[in-house]
C-alpha cells in the first residue's frame, strides 16, 4: 500500500521524527505553536456558548446540565492549551508538564461525560438506560484514577478507554423516545473517530496533532449546535434570551447617548 513520507518533502521540516510507543513524541516549534492555538482559539467561544445555554435555561434541570455540559467543553480547551504551552515553554520541568498532562487527559473524560449530560438529563429514557446518568460520571472517575496511578504506561489501552467512554453512553441515547439529533450527534462522533488517526500519527504528518485538535474543536461544535437546537432553543428561554440581548442593546444606546451629552457638555461651555 502506497504512503507518502513527509519527512522527503518540504514538510519534512515541521516535524521530526517518529518515537517507540513507549516515549512521547516531541513536537517542533510549529507544532508546538499550532497545538496552542488550534485549542486556544476555542477557549472564549465556549464560554460564550456556555453562557447562552445559561440564558436559554427554562428550570433547574437545564441550567445545571448547561453549568456542566459549559464547563467540560470550556475545561477541555482551557486545560488543553495549558498543557500545550506548558510544553512548549517550560518542558525543562519534566514534573510539572507531566502533571499537567495527566491533567489534560484526565479532563477528556469529564469532557465526555459533560457532553452526554445535557441528553441524559434533559431526554426521556428507558427505566435501564436511566442509570446513565450517574454512571458515565462514575466511568470519567475510574478514568481519570487510571490516568492516575497508569500515566502513559499502555497507550493502546489508554485509547480503548477514551474511545468506550464516548461509546457507551452513545448507545443508550438510541433508546430515547424522542430520536432528534441523533444524526448531530452520530456526525460528530465520526469526527472524534477520524480524528484520531492524526492522534495517532505523531511523526508520519506535520501537524499531526493540531490537526487532531481541528477535528475535536469541530466534533465538539457540531454536539453543541444539536444541544443548543433541540434541548434549549424551545419555549421560553428563546424568549428569554431575545429580550436579554435586546435589553443590551438598550443599554448600550442609553450609555451612548450619556457619553455624547458628557462630551457636548465642555464644548457648549466654551461656545461664546
Known sequence: MYSMDFRRTKLGRFMNNRVPSSKRYQPTEYEHAANCATHGFWIIPSILG?????????????????????????GLFIMSTMFH????????????????HMCDRMVIYFFIAASY????????????????????????????????????KNKILDLLCYTAMGAVPAVVLLSMPNRE?????????????????FFKSDGLIPFAHAIWHVFVAVGAGIHYYAIWRYLYATGTGQIKISRY????????????????????????????
Not at 456556555?50 to 437545564?62: A, K, N, P, R
Not at 504551552?85 to 499537567?100: G, P
Not at 427505566?127 to 484514577?145: D, E, F, Q, Y
Request: hydrophobic share 50%; proline share 3%; with cysteine.
Open 50 to 74: 456556555s453562557s447562552v445555554l445559561y440564558f436559554l435555561s427554562d428550570d433547574q434541570w437545564e441550567t445545571i446540565s448547561a453549568w456542566m455540559y459549559g464547563t467540560g467543553l470550556s
Open 85 to 100: 504551552t506548558v510544553s512548549w515553554k517550560k518542558s525543562h520541568l519534566r514534573k510539572v508538564e507531566q502533571r499537567f
Open 117 to 152: 449530560a445535557p441528553w441524559l438529563n434533559l431526554r426521556e429514557l428507558g427505566p435501564w438506560a436511566v442509570h446513565m446518568r450517574w454512571l458515565v460520571w462514575i466511568m470519567a472517575c475510574i478514568g481519570s484514577a487510571y490516568v492516575f496511578f497508569f500515566h502513559e
Open 181 to 197: 439529533g441523533i444524526l448531530e450527534l452520530s456526525v460528530g462522533g465520526v469526527f472524534y473517530c477520524l480524528g484520531i488517526v
Open 245 to 272: 440581548f435586546e435589553n443590551s442593546f438598550l443599554e448600550l444606546a442609553y450609555v451612548g447617548r450619556e457619553l455624547e451629552c458628557l462630551w457636548r457638555s465642555p464644548l457648549t461651555a466654551l461656545m461664546p
